[in-house]
């Protein structure tokens, strides 16, 4: 499985700039959370409805869920989430709530009549940020073999939790299939940011 490279804070901070930031709305406005217009072209915010945050359980944290509905012109359905002070949670704690996160925007994807993820953006806070030892292990150990590592940093704690989900999410009954879960991961951007929160939006479609 391929994942977007980790960025310095110094680049992190300024591909973030560089985004369009037409899309403004979020559920929660910290992060840098800027989209690129297109985005906004194919799964416009109609009205307040598309923002309104719902409450989701993130593994024992609380996460907020936004969701917004395909319509006649455009077939794209949007979901967005928030795990508020993620930059705070330990290694194994932010690896169960990542993956829950994701079970949710994929269970609100497939009831919005779009199960199937085009295109993700992650904004992750403090995103080399290492762990210690302790935690690290606690947090590494089931990952599979290609994630262990000595040194465990919040990209990587994010990237097991994330891994957890597609297992379940893109391949269910094959999760020990690794090629077919890299045939069936959607395009990502994961992108550091100097706030608390993670936030995490997806684009999706009928059919990939």
Same mark, same amino acid.
């Given at each position: 499985?391929?994942?977007?490279?980790?960025?310095?804070?110094?680049?992190?901070?300024?591909?973030?700039?560089?985004?369009?930031?037409?899309?403004?709305?979020?559920?929660?406005?910290?992060? %840098?959370? =800027?989209?690129?217009?297109?985005? $906004?072209? /194919?799964?416009?915010?109609?009205? @307040?409805?598309?923002? !309104?945050? *719902? #409450?989701?359980?993130?593994?024992?944290?609380?996460?907020?869920?936004?969701?917004?509905?395909?319509?006649?012109?455009?077939?794209?359905?949007?979901?967005?989430?928030?795990? %508020?002070? =993620?930059?705070?949670?330990?290694? $194994?704690? /932010?690896?169960?709530?990542?993956? @829950?996160?994701?079970? !949710?925007? *994929? #269970?609100?994807?497939?009831?919005?009549?779009?199960?199937?993820?085009?295109?993700?953006?992650?904004?992750?806070?403090?995103?080399?940020?290492?762990?210690?030892?302790?935690?690290?292990?606690?947090?590494?150990?089931?990952?599979?073999?290609?994630?262990?590592?000595?040194?465990?940093?919040?990209?990587?704690?994010?990237?097991?939790?994330?891994?957890?989900?597609?297992?379940?999410?893109?391949?269910?009954?094959?999760?020990?299939?690794?090629?077919?879960?890299?045939?069936?991961?959607?395009?990502?951007?994961?992108?550091?940011?100097?706030?608390?929160?993670?936030?995490?939006?997806?684009?999706?479609?009928?059919?990939?």
């Amino acid at each position: 499985m391929t994942y977007p490279r980790p960025l310095s804070a110094a680049a992190s901070a300024a591909a973030a700039a560089r985004l369009d930031s037409t899309v403004g709305a979020t559920p929660h406005d910290e992060p %840098p959370a =800027a989209l690129p217009a297109w985005f $906004a072209r /194919l799964a416009p915010v109609r009205d @307040a409805s598309d923002t !309104a945050p *719902h #409450r989701i359980d993130a593994a024992g944290a609380e996460g907020r869920l936004t969701a917004c509905a395909p319509s006649r012109d455009r077939p794209w359905g949007r979901v967005s989430a928030v795990l %508020p002070d =993620a930059a705070q949670l330990p290694a $194994a704690q /932010l690896r169960a709530s990542v993956a @829950a996160l994701y079970g !949710a925007l *994929h #269970r609100s994807l497939a009831q919005l009549g779009t199960p199937e993820p085009v295109r993700i953006w992650n904004f992750i806070p403090t995103i080399h940020a290492r762990y210690g030892v302790d935690d690290a292990r606690t947090a590494l150990a089931d990952a599979p073999s290609g994630h262990r590592a000595a040194i465990l940093d919040r990209y990587r704690a994010f990237n097991l939790g994330r891994w957890d989900a597609f297992q379940r999410w893109l391949v269910p009954g094959r999760e020990d299939d690794r090629a077919a879960l890299a045939r069936r991961v959607p395009t990502a951007t994961g992108v550091g940011h100097a706030g608390r929160d993670l936030v995490i939006h997806i684009l999706g479609a009928v059919r990939a």
